[in-house]
């Protein structure tokens, strides 16, 4: 019993391993940047990126920063909310409610915030305009 349990810990915890190599970028793969309007910080903005059929979301800080850890490579298209936005596929969820202090056109899907990602470390500001 005892080698069961030893043997199913060192499955558990290779497999659990297996899964911080990085992503399928590998290390060092971040995209960051600072989210301002008309120059000055928006702090507790929600950033939502979404590249392919992936979706990525960071918090800006009170200096207006967002970090994303291994984005997907290529086109990569943003929209800012005040909060996470719903499970994708959960029928019924309200659209994620307007940020404050961010111009309405930002919080919508296609608006001109955009971003070709290309790999290593990289930065994209968004100064957003009324």
Known sequence: MRTRILSAVVVVSG?????CGGGSNGPGNVL???VTVDGRPVKEVNVLATGGAAQLSALTNEQ???RFENPPKG???FQLTSMAPPPPGV????PPPAAAGVPTKYTKPGNDLAFEYAGGKQTYNMDLKP
Not at 15 to 19: D, F, K, R, V
């Open 91 to 94: 029928p019924g969820s309200p």
């Open 64 to 66: 207006g920063e967002y």
């Open 75 to 77: 086109a990569l298209k």
């Open 15 to 19: 497999l659990l391993s297996a899964g």
């Open 32 to 34: 960051s940047g600072v």
